[in-house]
């Protein structure tokens, strides 16, 4: 190597002119300049090579190392074949002049030592020989390292250990050359070994240099200890045999077995040094082993240790044998971990991959005994460390992993701070490995766009609002998509005794899988025909729902193309079913077998599919359907009801044509509503109107959000226009009462206006939405919006916004929540603060619960961040029936259920939603990488042409006619090309309470109270009601004590109390509450013509069983206990605290006397039941629109009966 360095052109010519300046012009000669790496000596060409150059050095090292190994050997051959026998002639004399053998062989008085054995060995001439030369190589190789390593103080390196080990063990073997007569001298050359040791961690070192790569400490460490145990075993065993020359006479065996023995703290007793020299080298090696060993293993504890904190290594060699997939985490959790785990080993073939969690904390104790548990710690580990370090990703064997998932914190009260940290990560990993698919979450949608280069990319918001807002249009779409993005089998509630819990638990284990048409057998068949038709005659054979297709030639995803779609043999399929289809076995009855022609039509109005399917998971078969038709003789079907009551025949439903008639297939025209007139649409009082257009929103708050076709107005709103609070100069407008709006309200309550607030307002002003089904948008926001969300939103109609919170009565008040129909209450952020992570909910629960008494009419939608929080949403202590809900929900957590909360009637009923329960669908793109886009097009993020969207249809009692849903599939194929997908059914339920009724002895006007209306209400606090009875039977003392004096008198005045009485008991807390809201509304100058007190009451008839065992207790009311207080005077404050501090009780009304529960893609024999809401596929109106039928109806009769009339309500 040339160490001289090439100076550029540009250099070179400024130093030639910076030297001939100062030589000045007298034209001296120049003198050339060579610049060096190193100094151009002969010591540092030498250092270079056995010091600095790590591939020279090693070399050099492991040649060291060799040496030392060979003196040790040598050794054992010198001992082994040292005998001090009598060898006749061949006897060897000693300095003295005496025979060595003959002293052996003499005897030996007890503790006389013969020290000639000692100094003197018998060395074979070869074995000297080899043993000069190795010293006399490691003689010059120290000497050449101490001058190499010279640094001005020459004894401090002639002092060092190795320095005299080396001197030792080489210069007596260097004097024997010119001194022959000692040439059998005993040398300590096993203390060679020492410098072996040392020559290995040095050549460790030089290895770790010269790759570029470091192992572990930890491995380091207990090599270190390894070599130090192996050294003192070796020193002490030759030391003791050749001490013990002189004494017993021990062989190498019989010292390295007392060795062993001795420093096992055994001691046998049966080998023992006999002489006090080899004794005392017994108590050197004890003391050396008391300081070394303990030194080492504290150092090897303290670096296990930490690796159990870091987690150490994930090894290259099972990187390269067995896959895995890398998790990063800023910040692990027991329930982000567990949901994780569970939802990727719920796949089968995932069974053998490994989970390497990469976090910068320290685990977490919950995590640890997790971990601990076998189940998981053989496929688990966890390695703490930084994915923003190449040494940490290169622990993790990033490159190597089949997948790489990085979560957001979304407990950190800085959302858009945790965001930083989640890019960082994504661009870190595709820095490093860039062939490593990533999965990446993200809270905030505006920062989606930093990561689009990402596999699969999850934004909480975008999700979260969209489905928040179809829940308003769509009831229960978050239970809808929380079910369908779960693992399960469908095993959830079959031991439990009630239908519903058996029937909505089978119908949870329904999810989307996808198979290509000509390797199916569901729809194999179908090739050529139309999309509607394929998926009608799967469902109606087999029980699966085909949704979607994608072409071979397009990568886009296509919910119900509609029945102008030919499927191609090269299609992929997507359809919902328990299992796969790879996992399923068909079984053919005897008709089929004769060759029966599948695939036919029903032949009656209650025939059953032919065929039947076993979903197979592992070893459990799910019957999904009857394998024959049902016997009508045998009474067990419910007769199918008549027209109108009249007995006639009910109508026949059209068969699915196998290809769409193109002539009923008309282009939609964009810009034109086929379900409306082209009238003008006012939404306000007054002569004002404006005027609604479809197209794309001009302004998006965010970079990468999906184009939708919106309902927009033909000009912007004024932002002054959009505050629903607050008049201005276009309107005079104050509260929601004074707009006059035909639609209820939808108000969503929120901290700040995010951008994720945008993705709710577009799916409620989709352009396949009517115009007179748009329901007005209030925002009632903690913080007002700054200009750049207002510019955004101004362009949607009926889109308002005020400043308040759910906690004051005023703000909900006057933003109209009387006139709502549904309240989306969001997360805040703000909350994230809470000392325990599970306590971020409690105010958010204690507000809903508020709203819930003050108005039970109200649909309240609520956001957690914890979904084991979502037991207190509606929390009724003494309610035995949730109880009872809570013991299922333990059992089916304990029998491994990923959905053990799914029985919770607010989830059921899709009241509540936490956004973690999306973190399984992130989880479940590695194995189906089509869910994402899939659940996009369900909740409206994308819009793909040709792509239909999620409705609801409401079952009247004109529709009881068409019985079941396999006919209601048919007929919704047949009539306008629309893919039922499952069942939101209300039922009513009579929940048993444990509250205390008061005996019929103890009050006289029991009869009265039972006629009264209100009979279903429930008692008072308990003591209230004890107050209040003796308060009672005062007054019937007294009324007693009355009598005898004056019968007139007494019969008027008993008459009057009696009044009073009967006032007092009827007073219930509905009206106290209804009263508090009252006097608030007319202390704000609302009009209260329009609230109403009382929940919605189903028929009576289906209370009238717990009319006898609600407490019809008598209460003291809250109004007389407050003694004469003037209700006007009481602020929002106060009523909300009186709410929350518990002087209200809860009362049975609407929502409490039902549930509700979702059926996905239940079975075709389902019986349907009036008030089902259907969720629907609905094809997509701009491809193409039957010419006889409606586009946007909602109930079956006007299917059959077209009319262009417009709907004056919704049936949603």
């Not at 005020?802 to 929540?817: F, K, R, V, W, Y």
Request: charged residues 20%.
């Amino acid at each position: 190597m040339d160490p001289r360095i090439v100076i550029p052109t540009w250099v070179s010519s400024s130093v030639d002119s910076w030297r001939s300046e100062r030589l000045g012009s007298d034209g001296a000669q120049r003198v050339q300049v060579e610049f060096y790496v190193n100094e151009n000596t002969f010591k540092e060409r030498l250092k270079l090579f056995f010091i600095k150059n790590q591939r020279s050095s090693l070399r050099i090292r492991v040649f060291n190392f060799s040496l030392k190994l060979l003196t040790c050997l040598l050794y054992m051959i010198r001992v082994v074949t040292d005998n001090p026998a009598p060898h006749g002639s061949g006897q060897q004399s000693a300095p003295n002049g005496k025979c060595i053998d003959c002293q052996w062989n003499g005897s030996v008085q007890d503790r006389e030592i013969n020290w000639e054995l000692i100094f003197w060995v018998d060395r074979k001439l070869p074995v000297w020989a080899i043993q000069v030369i190795v010293a006399i190589i490691s003689f010059l190789e120290t000497m050449l390292l101490m001058y190499l390593s010279y640094k001005g103080n020459i004894w401090e390196q002639m002092f060092q250990v190795s320095f005299l080990l080396e001197m030792i063990n080489t210069v007596p073997f260097i004097i024997t050359i010119f001194w022959p007569s000692i040439r059998n001298i005993f040398i300590p050359v096993f203390l060679n070994c020492w410098l072996a040791k040392c020559a290995l961690e040095n050549m460790i070192n030089d290895v770790h240099r010269a790759i570029q790569r470091t192992n572990s400490a930890m491995f380091n460490q207990v090599l270190i200890l390894i070599c130090t145990l192996l050294c003192l075993v070796f020193t002490g065993t030759c030391g003791i045999q050749h001490l013990e020359r002189a004494g017993k006479n021990l062989s190498l065996f019989n010292s390295f077995y007392f060795c062993i023995v001795t420093f096992s703290t055994v001691g046998f007793g049966d080998v023992t040094p006999r002489i006090w020299p080899s004794q005392l080298l017994v108590v050197i090696m004890i003391c050396v082993a008391l300081v070394v060993l303990p030194l080492q293993f504290e150092e090897l504890i303290y670096l296990w240790m930490e690796r159990q904190k870091s987690g150490g290594n994930y090894s290259r060699h099972r990187a390269q044998t067995e896959k895995h997939v890398v998790l990063c985490v800023s910040a692990l959790k027991i329930d982000l971990l567990m949901d994780f785990l569970n939802e990727f080993y719920a796949h089968p073939r995932l069974q053998d991959y490994y989970v390497v969690i990469l976090c910068p904390t320290e685990m977490d104790i919950q995590v640890r005994r997790v971990l601990q548990i076998p189940l998981w710690s053989q496929r688990v580990i966890y390695l703490q460390g930084s994915v923003l370090k190449d040494q940490d990703l290169l622990r993790a064997k990033m490159d190597d992993a089949e997948a790489c998932f990085i979560l957001s914190s979304r407990n950190e009260v800085d959302r858009m701070a945790a965001d930083h940290q989640t890019i960082l990560r994504a661009w870190a990993v595709k820095d490093f490995a860039p062939n490593c698919p990533l999965y990446v979450q993200i809270l905030k949608p505006e920062n989606k766009f930093h990561v689009k280069f990402a596999d699969h990319v999850v934004c909480e918001e975008e999700f979260k609002y969209a489905m928040l807002a179809l829940n308003c249009v769509c009831p229960a779409t978050s239970t809808l998509v929380t079910l369908l993005v779960h693992t399960s089998r469908g095993r959830e509630g079959q031991q439990s005794p009630e239908q519903w819990q058996r029937m909505y638990g089978c119908c949870s284990g329904n999810e989307v899988y996808h198979i290509r048409l000509c390797d199916s057998k569901f729809f194999g068949e179908y090739s050529g025909k139309s999309f509607t038709y394929a998926s009608f005659h799967a469902h109606k054979k087999y029980g699966v729902c085909l949704i979607g297709i994608k072409r071979e030639d397009d990568k886009s995803i296509l919910l119900n193309p509609g029945p102008r779609h030919i499927m191609a043999a090269a299609d992929t399929c997507y359809y919902i079913n328990m299992t796969k289809e790879e996992n399923s076995a068909f079984i053919f009855n005897q008709e089929e077998r004769k060759g029966r022609p599948a695939g036919g039509l029903f032949d009656g109005p209650s025939q059953l599919p032919v065929h039947s399917i076993i979903a197979s998971m592992g070893t459990v078969a799910i019957d999904l359907q009857n394998s024959s038709p049902p016997d009508p003789s045998s009474g067990k079907l419910v007769p199918p009801p008549t027209v109108n009551g009249t007995g006639g025949r009910r109508p026949s439903i059209a068969p699915v044509q196998e290809i769409a008639d193109s002539s009923s297939i008309l282009p939609c025209e964009l810009l034109s509503d086929q379900s409306e007139d082209d009238s003008v649409f006012t939404d306000e009082k007054g002569d004002s109107s404006t005027d609604y257009v479809k197209g794309y929103p001009p302004n998006s708050p965010y970079i990468g959000s999906s184009p939708t076709l919106c309902h927009l107005l033909a000009e912007k709103a004024p932002f002054c226009c959009l505050r629903l609070d607050q008049g201005c100069r276009h309107n005079s407008f104050e509260d929601a009462k004074a707009y006059g709006f035909k639609n209820k309200l939808i108000i969503v309550s929120a901290e700040t206006a995010g951008n994720g607030l945008y993705n709710f307002i577009v799916p409620l002003r989709a352009y396949y939405r009517p115009r007179k089904e748009l329901n007005p948008i209030v925002l009632l926001l903690d913080n007002p919006p700054d200009n750049h969300f207002l510019e955004a939103i101004c362009c949607f109609p009926m889109v308002y916004y005020m400043a308040g919170t759910i906690d004051n009565l005023d703000s909900l008040l006057q933003c109209g929540i009387i006139y709502a129909d549904n309240l989306v209450v969001v997360d805040k952020e703000s909350t994230m603060s809470a000392e325990e992570d599970y306590m971020a909910d409690a105010k958010t629960i204690v507000n809903v619960q508020t709203m819930f008494r003050l108005f039970p009419s109200l649909s309240i939608i609520t956001e957690l961040t914890h979904p084991s929080n979502m037991r207190f949403m509606q929390f009724r202590a003494k309610d035995c029936y949730s109880l009872a809900l809570s013991k299922l929900e333990k059992k089916e957590r304990d029998r491994g259920s990923n959905l053990a909360f799914m029985f919770r009637l607010p989830f059921a009923a899709g009241r509540v939603f936490s956004i973690s329960m999306l973190d399984t669908l992130l989880y479940q793109s590695f194995v189906k990488d089509y869910m994402i886009p899939i659940v996009r097009l369900l909740l409206g993020l994308d819009t793909t042409p040709g792509s239909g969207y999620l409705c609801a249809m409401k079952v009247t009692e004109e529709d009881l006619w068409i019985g079941t849903y396999g006919r209601l599939f048919q007929k919704l194929c047949s009539s306008s090309a629309e893919i039922p997908i499952g069942i939101y059914r209300t039922e009513s339920h009579i929940f048993s309470t444990s509250e205390v009724s008061v005996s019929v002895d103890d009050c006289e006007d029991t009869k009265e109270r039972v006629e009264e209306p209100r009979a279903n209400e429930p008692s008072e606090h308990p003591l209230l009601r004890k107050k209040s009875m003796q308060w009672a039977r005062r007054l019937s003392k007294k009324s007693v004590r009355w009598q005898g004096v004056s019968r007139d008198s007494s019969k008027d005045h008993a008459q009057r109390i009696a009044q009073q009485r009967l006032n007092l008991y009827r007073r219930s807390e509905r009206e106290e509450l209804s009263e508090l809201v009252r006097n608030r509304m007319r202390h704000l100058g609302l009009p209260t013509s329009g609230y109403r007190g009382r929940a919605r009451r189903s028929k009576p008839k289906v209370f009238s069983r717990l009319s006898s065992s609600v407490s019809l207790t008598p209460s003291l009311s809250l109004i007389q206990m407050l003694f004469a207080e003037d209700l006007t005077n009481l602020t929002a404050s106060d009523v909300m605290n009186r709410v929350n501090l518990g002087y209200l009780q809860d009362e049975q009304d609407h929502h409490q006397n039902t549930l509700s529960y979702v059926l996905i893609n239940p079975s075709p024999d389902t019986r349907l039941e009036l008030n089902d809401i259907v969720y629907l596929i609905r094809s997509d109106p701009l491809a193409h629109v039957p010419e006889e039928l409606p586009l946007h109806s909602s109930s079956l009769k006007e299917r059959r009966e077209p009319s262009t009339e417009p709907r004056e309500d919704t049936q949603l």
